[in-house]
């Protein structure tokens, strides 16, 4: 599907506001399974450069013109360069206890283009393009807050400030409990930006890289989990609606936030989110990924967020826990320091 029509159909999601983009009819018909149900097996790329809040300088504006992307995808590309370049001689040893620096941007992938229908931002409703205000007495959960919380961190990566008495005070991303971006829901972020599918006529696998977990998928109409029982990922349950797989997620536990805005930011509390996803191929190399996230106890609205994702390549194994030196090194050094 070309980003002209992509962006008809969004256009309509936008304008009709009642009506869900994911389902919303397309004249492309899916490759099917045997069950006849349409086939989203594959790996899913979700980088881009929108971001998921509307920039605030662009409030009234729902939709780039051409040349307002053109510039964006421009200035992307001359960062990635400038940023890559490299800015320090690493021929000598670094001196004993000195900064040995940081990932740089070759290790940090963002994508190079905005989403095709050329939105200011991947939520699309509430129609100012930006997560609903909070309820009054939650707070908006970040960076150098954290460490005033006590207990362990709703944050999926903790990168400043203190933190370093126990494992709890670190970010749940670093502890390789759950990935920077898979969420769910999925918020692009940092690398390893793809999902892959896995599917049969009972169930549906979701495979997220990113600290190596897989969701899955029960699609025989049983029910939930009780509700003592709590998963880090929540308790998911799938359905079609037409050529639309859907999957509704609760039980998840109080070690998680509601929402995750960023990797360094979080809302609420995990056992209050009813999530709902829409998963729908609308073209050869397009899968449409739809959410809502409903949780009165945290937002004072529900709030909806559309992310294309372009059919990637393989996979590249995380292996988050077999390669976790830095939370071991991070702790050590403190003690070392002490």
């Known amino acids: 599907?070309?980003?002209?029509?992509?962006?008809?159909?969004?256009?309509?999601?936008?304008?009709?506001?009642?009506?869900?983009?994911?389902?919303?009819?397309?004249?492309?018909?899916?490759?099917?399974?045997?069950?006849?149900?349409?086939?989203?097996?594959?790996?899913?790329?979700?980088?881009?450069?929108?971001?998921?809040?509307?920039?605030e300088n662009l409030s009234d504006k729902a939709i780039l013109g051409d040349e307002e992307t053109a510039e964006i995808e421009a200035n992307s590309v001359a960062r990635s360069a400038e940023l890559n370049a490299p800015s320090t001689d690493r021929s000598e040893l670094l001196p004993a206890g000195g900064n040995v620096g940081a990932y740089n941007h070759y290790w940090v992938d963002q994508g190079a283009q905005v989403v095709d229908d050329q939105r200011t931002s991947l939520i699309v409703d509430p129609s100012d393009g930006r997560v609903p205000?909070?309820?009054?007495?939650?707070?908006?959960?970040?960076?150098?807050?954290?460490?005033?919380?006590?207990?362990?961190?709703?944050?999926?990566?903790?990168?400043?400030?203190?933190g370093t008495d126990s494992y709890?005070?670190?970010?749940?991303?670093?502890?390789?409990?759950?990935?920077?971006?898979?969420?769910?829901?999925?918020?692009?972020?940092?690398?390893?930006?793809?999902?892959?599918l896995f599917q049969t006529s009972d169930?549906?696998?979701?495979?997220h890289e990113m600290?190596?977990?897989?969701?899955?998928?029960?699609l025989d109409g049983r029910d939930h989990l009780p509700g003592g029982i709590r998963q880090w990922l929540g308790d998911s349950r799938g359905y079609w609606?037409?050529?639309?797989?859907?999957?509704?997620?609760?039980?998840?536990?109080?070690?998680?936030?509601s929402f995750n805005p960023s990797i360094a930011k979080a809302a609420g509390n995990g056992t209050t989110l009813h999530l709902t996803e829409r998963f729908q191929l609308v073209g050869n190399d397009i899968l449409l990924y739809e959410y809502t996230v409903d949780d009165l106890t945290t937002f004072t609205q529900p709030f909806t967020a559309?992310?294309?994702?372009?059919?990637?390549?393989?996979?590249?194994?995380?292996a988050c826990h077999e390669g976790n030196y830095g939370l071991y090194n991070i702790l050590s050094g403190a003690r070392a320091q002490e």
């Open 203 to 207: 169930y549906v696998v979701i495979l």
């Open 133 to 162: 205000p909070l309820q009054p007495g939650i707070e908006m959960q970040v960076l150098s807050l954290a460490e005033d919380l006590g207990g362990p961190l709703p944050v999926r990566v903790r990168a400043a400030g203190r």
């Open 1 to 55: 599907m070309s980003r002209r029509s992509l962006t008809i159909v969004s256009i309509f999601f936008v304008f009709a506001g009642s009506v869900s983009l994911a389902t919303a009819q397309t004249s492309f018909e899916p490759p099917r399974l045997p069950d006849g149900k349409p086939d989203l097996q594959g790996v899913w790329d979700f980088r881009t450069l929108t971001p998921l809040e509307r920039p």
């Open 211 to 218: 600290v190596h977990d897989a969701r899955i998928v029960p």
């Open 168 to 196: 709890e005070d670190r970010g749940l991303g670093e502890r390789c409990l759950v990935g920077f971006n898979s969420g769910p829901p999925i918020v692009p972020a940092g690398y390893n930006q793809n999902i892959q």
């Open 306 to 318: 559309v992310l294309p994702m372009k059919r990637g390549l393989d996979l590249f194994e995380f």
């Open 241 to 257: 609606e037409g050529d639309t797989l859907v999957v509704e997620s609760t039980n998840f536990t109080d070690k998680t936030a």
